[in-house]
């Protein structure tokens, strides 16, 4: 059975039994005993509800690899708090500040990943997907996936009993949409690009291995030119050629450099 949150009298100490004069205090101004406060009311009341949780889940998200979270993630940080308290606002209003409070709480130690699946109760497939995206969201913030970012959601999803195999195919229309990318599939398009020979890199610059470095600097600069991005978008090409300029602009590059590399420069 679902109870709402009733704020409880919080300016009399359980210590002391001496009454605060402030409204907004937080200890006790007679003995310094932590009050009862409203925040603290809220927190310990919302602390296993699943929106706490859900804050919990990310927090954990944002300190793998012991990473320090930048002013962008911080504020992107905070407006996925903010569909977690819109989400849940029929339910539990007036929370905002307590899914803060668990995200710093949870970042800085906490529950464990059993711990926080074992508190939750999901009670809908709206709720699922809500879950599920918010956490991609949080995973794709620098547009790819890593391994350990992908291994926790996992977790979580075997955690809370859910069918991986479906998680995994919305991952799949979730990189789809977005054109996002895991980890695994950049270094495999980065293996691809490096598989240029010298022999295709002096075709790429339309040169010839007897040509002197100057000459193929040249080339490259040409070719540099003819493809580089402001010059081609001037022209108001379509995307799809702009796209197309883009890749071969990786290869001329990566041509100059497989070259310079063989000719010791």
């Excluded at 009454?19 to 009050?35: N, Q, R, T, V, Y």
């Excluded at 879950?131 to 979580?156: G, H, P, R, V």
């Excluded at 479906?166 to 895991?182: D, P």
């Excluded at 010059?231 to 890749?247: H, V």
Aim: proline residues 2%; hydrophobic residues 35%.
């Amino acid at each position: 059975m679902f109870f709402k949150f009733k704020l409880q009298n919080y300016k009399r100490c359980e210590k002391c039994s001496k009454e605060s004069p402030e409204d907004d205090a937080k200890f006790c101004i007679f003995c310094g005993k932590e009050l009862n406060h409203p925040a603290k009311q809220k927190l310990l009341y919302i602390y296993d509800k699943n929106p706490a949780i859900i804050a919990a889940f990310l927090a954990k998200m944002a300190k793998l690899d012991n990473a320090s979270i930048s002013h962008d993630l911080s504020r992107f940080i905070s407006s996925l708090l903010d569909k977690i308290d819109l989400f849940y606002s029929k339910d539990y209003g007036d929370f905002r500040s307590s899914y803060a409070e668990i995200f710093a709480l949870e970042k800085s130690g906490g529950r464990s990943i059993s711990k926080l699946c074992s508190c939750m109760r999901i009670s809908s497939q709206q709720e699922v997907d809500f879950l599920i995206c918010i956490l991609l969201d949080l995973a794709y913030f620098d547009k790819q996936m890593s391994d350990s970012e992908n291994t926790l959601i996992e977790s979580i999803i075997i955690g809370l009993g859910l069918n991986l195999i479906v998680f995994r195919e919305l991952k799949i229309k979730y990189e789809q949409i977005y054109h996002f990318t895991s980890k695994e599939q950049n270094r495999q398009k980065q293996e691809n690009d490096s598989k240029i020979t010298l022999k295709q890199a002096y075709e790429i610059l339309k040169s010839r291995e007897d040509d002197d470095f100057e000459t193929i600097k040249k080339n490259y600069r040409k070719l540099a030119r003819e493809y580089h991005y402001d010059n081609l978008y001037s022209k108001e090409l379509p995307p799809e050629l702009l796209k197309i300029a883009q890749e071969m602009m990786k290869k001329i590059n990566l041509a100059y450099e497989i070259i310079k590399e063989a000719r010791g420069v």
